[in-house]
């Protein structure tokens, strides 16, 4: 016990009975040793008896036995009554012997010894008697002492005394180890050092009970929601009370604290009021949720019903309470039940398990059940818990979900979403296969820009995701790349800001389109565009020129015939006459150079293909152009290296190629200028180089040189001549003869040549070449009728035809010709198809229907020169379809083959 003791009140008791003592817990006290005891005793009577004998000399024979008493007493405390009484006696003798009249001796029976010795023993009687008082008082003091620490040791609450001051006097084990103060460390320290408090709630400091208690001098008990500060500053909620210790005169003496550590309790109370709480929320939550909720007991019957369940089924709370929950459930689903109720029984759960269910007015829902087990306190499952989701909606957004990913999927676009750090989350798989990626996993790893080529990178990075985020949208066209080949793929990148709810950016969408092929095609068409812009710049200039070339002939014509009728002269008739015939051969040579493009545009050029002398043809083409040369003043140089060469061919055409190769070198060599022909074989062909020494072809125009309507740069000073064609007939022609034609300049007043290459063909065949054609025109005479609707066309080329000893007639429209045909009865009709009343078509149809006119000879004489034109004349009956002009060389053929 600490050194400082309460003064309180302890009530008496007869604890110091050992068998009581015992039945206490109380240890019982250890008695010295009798040995001990004794020689204590005697010592101190021995020293009581030597402190006489020292003071002898001062007392002399008074008081003789004064020492003795204080000797008795200790021994009546150290050995008790029969020792100290012992004692007492020797100590007499001892004294009465040395120090009582007559020293040395005994004489107790004297009267005055004897008197002595009688009140000697009252003294010591009296002295043992309240020696020994004292003693059983101190030892059931000690007793009461040692059970109310015992006691006060075994309990589980705290108990805390004070002196009246508030000062710490004593802490049981408990209150150490709730406070953390050792005795030892509390004892003196003022109360609130070693027991302070706060309150729980506010933080603040807590007035202490204990000081109240000493204050007032009554009991109080603590406030709730206190918590005890420990000496290391952790805090654990306490419980106490405080009540004054009084003396046995009822004067405060100190103080008693009682407390307790109520962590368990506030935290049974804390679990207690959650539990009420969460009871309390969980039934506002059940009420106010949107998912119907039901319960129900294990039979069956309905025990609970939320508004929820009011509005998903149309039944009230009173009307479905105590009804059985078959209620609900249709009658080919009633099975359900007992499997659920079985499920819930083995202490199993349902969850989210999809059915039907009936509403009040007999439809049916699409529902999914959640279902718990309701348990009482046993553990022992004695309902179900019910939640009732309405999924009809879902299933129909699920199905529209799924039509719409199967639109994805099945969609040719490229269809993607990305979060908003542009890295893909979805992409369709056309997408994943248009630029080349395995799946999802390997395009996660990208970022958007990523798709696109470097230079494009920044453009969409930089500029369309900003503006997207500011517009919400954004599209342009560019090109994907494709990550396996590297190829370009042109898209209409369309891009979509993707936002929540709250207008937070959640990535971006695109539905973009492949455009490549519209891309190509619009390349193609701006290509076209301005190839048809450079052919119409080109067919104006040719339709320019060719006015030009025809106005050209034309005013000579005019001025011959003006000459005719004013002059007589014959030698200005003879010039006038030969001017006639070279500008009519002009005409012509225009003419049949359209004729021949056209033919060859249309695939309709044939070739007459015979063994050609390649000598014959060059100087037939030398000598068509030697008139030209000569007026120009041109030196034109033949070489034929070798030889004699013979090739296949058509001649006539091999001829028309020769002749536009040197007729061109004259136009574009300035006069007095040098064009040599130069003929020999290399190899398996035989080549020809025309070169002049005239203007040259500049660096940039020898790739375009043979396009149609394409003319070289004149010389200077003079106007553009030739309708750009001519080049374009000569290629056309060499490359139906299997060879080629190559264009060389060294630029600009550097000369000119032309290379042509022909292959031998059937060289050593001995075929004879054809006849002149002038040969097959001689006929015997026919009788012709002529129809035309240009009455100077149809009377000429009857007059020409009468010159040639044949009978021709003349009708200017269809019903004229038929008439007419009827009368004279013609071997030949040349009719016109564009005629006045019916046209050349039905004429040819009505000849054909009468029995005279079925073996005529019908030809087709007109401007019209398509496929179609041609189509419809077969059609019609006619045997021949020719073009104005109609040469006499064509005439002759066809009177030719109308006599065979």
């Known amino acids: 016990m600490p050194a400082l003791r309460p003064r309180c009140y302890i009530p008496r008791s007869d604890s110091t009975d050992p068998e009581r003592r015992l039945s206490l817990g109380i240890r019982q006290p250890r008695q010295p040793r009798l040995t001990i005891s004794i020689v204590g005793s005697l010592t101190a009577i021995a020293a009581a008896v030597l402190l006489r004998w020292l003071l002898d000399p001062l007392l002399g024979n008074s008081l003789a036995l004064i020492t003795l008493y204080g000797a008795i007493a200790f021994a009546v405390w150290l050995a008790g009554s029969r020792v100290a009484i012992a004692a007492a006696l020797i100590g007499y003798v001892a004294c009465a012997y040395l120090f009582i009249e007559p020293r040395g001796a005994f004489e107790l029976f004297s009267p005055d010894v004897f008197a002595g010795f009688v009140a000697y023993l009252f003294t010591c009687g009296l002295l043992v008697a309240f020696a020994e008082a004292a003693r059983a008082a101190g030892a059931r003091a000690d007793e009461e002492r040692e059970v109310l620490s015992v006691t006060l040791s075994s309990i589980g609450d705290g108990v805390i005394t004070t002196d009246v001051d508030g000062h710490v006097v004593y802490l049981n084990p408990a209150a150490e180890a709730l406070t953390g103060w050792s005795g030892e460390e509390a004892a003196g320290q003022p109360l609130d050092a070693v027991f302070r408090i706060r309150d729980e709630e506010s933080g603040m400091p807590a007035p202490s009970p204990a000081l109240r208690a000493l204050r007032e001098g009554v009991v109080v008990g603590l406030a709730n929601h206190t918590v005890l500060v420990r000496k290391d500053g952790s805090e654990c909620p306490i419980d106490d009370s405080a009540a004054p210790i009084r003396d046995q005169s009822g004067e405060v003496s100190g103080c008693v604290l009682v407390f307790h550590d109520i962590t368990e309790r506030r935290q049974a109370e804390r679990d207690r009021a959650e539990r009420l709480a969460s009871a309390h929320r969980l039934a506002a939550i059940v009420e106010s949720s949107e998912v119907a909720i039901v319960s129900k007991s294990l039979d069956g019957v309905i025990q609970t019903w939320n508004a929820a369940a009011e509005e998903l089924f149309g039944h009230s709370a009173e009307e479905a309470v105590g009804r059985h929950i078959s209620l609900l459930i249709p009658s080919e689903r009633l099975s359900e039940e007992d499997e659920i109720i079985a499920t819930l029984v083995s202490g199993g759960r349902i969850e989210h398990f999809e059915t039907e269910r009936q509403h009040r007015d007999g439809r049916r829902i699409q529902v999914s059940l959640s279902i718990s087990p309701i348990l009482d306190d046993s553990g022992r499952v004695v309902g179900a818990s019910k939640m009732v989701r309405d999924i009809s909606r879902e299933r129909e957004a699920e199905a529209d979900r799924e039509k719409f990913a199967a639109l994805i999927e099945g969609s040719t676009d490229f269809i993607a979403i990305s979060d908003p750090e542009a890295r893909p989350l979805f992409i369709n798989r056309a997408g994943l296969e248009m630029v080349g990626l395995e799946g999802m996993e390997e395009a996660s790893q990208m970022r958007v820009w990523d798709f696109f080529f470097p230079e494009d990178q920044a453009r969409i990075r930089d500029k369309l995701f900003p503006e997207v985020l500011e517009r919400g949208y954004g599209q342009v066209e560019v090109r994907f790349r494709h990550f396996r080949t590297g190829a370009p793929i042109w898209m209409a990148y369309k891009v979509l800001k993707i936002e929540d709810a709250s207008g937070r950016l959640v990535g971006f969408g695109t539905v973009s389109q492949e455009i490549t092929e519209r891309r190509e095609l619009e390349n193609r068409l701006r290509r076209q565009a301005s190839d048809l812009a450079e052919n119409d710049r080109r067919k104006n200039e040719f339709l320019a020129t060719l006015a030009h070339e025809l106005r050209g002939p034309l005013a000579p014509l005019v001025n011959v015939l003006e000459i005719w009728k004013r002059s007589d002269d014959p030698e200005l008739l003879s010039r006038s006459r030969d001017t006639l015939e070279r500008q009519l051969a002009q005409i012509v040579r225009l003419v049949d150079d359209l004729l021949d493009l056209n033919r060859l545009t249309h695939d309709r050029l044939a070739l007459r293909m015979s063994r050609v002398d390649l000598e014959a043809v060059l100087r037939q083409a030398v000598e068509a152009c030697q008139p030209l040369a000569e007026a120009l003043g041109h030196d034109v140089l033949t070489e034929i290296r070798g030889g004699p060469h013979h090739l296949t061919g058509d001649p006539a055409r091999l001829a028309q190629v020769f002749g536009n190769l040197l007729n061109n070198a004259c136009k574009y060599t300035p006069p007095g200028g040098t064009i040599r022909v130069i003929a020999e074989r290399r190899d398996a062909e035989l080549v020809v180089s025309v070169e002049d020494s005239g203007t040259g072809i500049a660096e940039?125009?020898?790739?375009?040189?043979?396009?149609?309507?394409?003319?070289?740069?004149?010389?200077?000073?003079?106007?553009?001549?030739?309708?750009?064609?001519?080049?374009?007939?000569?290629?056309?022609?060499?490359?139906?003869?299997?060879?080629?034609?190559?264009?060389?300049?060294?630029?600009?007043?550097?000369?000119?040549?032309?290379?042509?290459?022909?292959?031998?063909?059937?060289?050593?065949?001995?075929?004879?070449?054809?006849?002149?054609?002038?040969?097959?025109?001689?006929a015997a005479g026919r009788r012709i009728l002529v129809v035309d609707d240009n009455r100077d066309a149809a009377q000429t080329l009857a007059t020409l035809l009468g010159l040639h000893g044949h009978e021709a007639q003349t009708a200017h429209d269809g019903i004229e010709a038929v008439e007419a045909a009827a009368r004279y009865r013609p071997e030949v009709v040349l009719l016109d198809i564009g005629l006045p009343r019916i046209d050349g078509h039905e004429v040819c149809r009505r000849l054909r229907r009468e029995p005279w006119g079925r073996d005529i000879l019908i030809v087709a004489v007109t401007g019209w020169n398509q496929d179609e034109d041609r189509r419809k004349s077969s059609e019609a009956g006619f045997d021949a379809h020719v073009v104005k002009p109609v040469g006499l060389e064509t005439l002759g053929e066809l009177l030719g083959g109308a006599g065979a």
């Not at 003079?718 to 750009?724: M, S």
């Not at 000569?730 to 060294?746: C, D, K, P, Y």
């Open 700 to 778: 940039d125009q020898l790739d375009s040189i043979f396009e149609m309507f394409t003319r070289s740069d004149q010389l200077p000073g003079t106007a553009p001549e030739g309708l750009g064609i001519g080049l374009t007939l000569v290629q056309q022609l060499v490359s139906m003869h299997g060879g080629e034609i190559e264009a060389r300049s060294e630029g600009r007043g550097r000369g000119s040549e032309f290379i042509v290459r022909l292959p031998l063909g059937c060289e050593e065949e001995d075929s004879e070449p054809e006849p002149p054609s002038s040969a097959r025109s001689r």
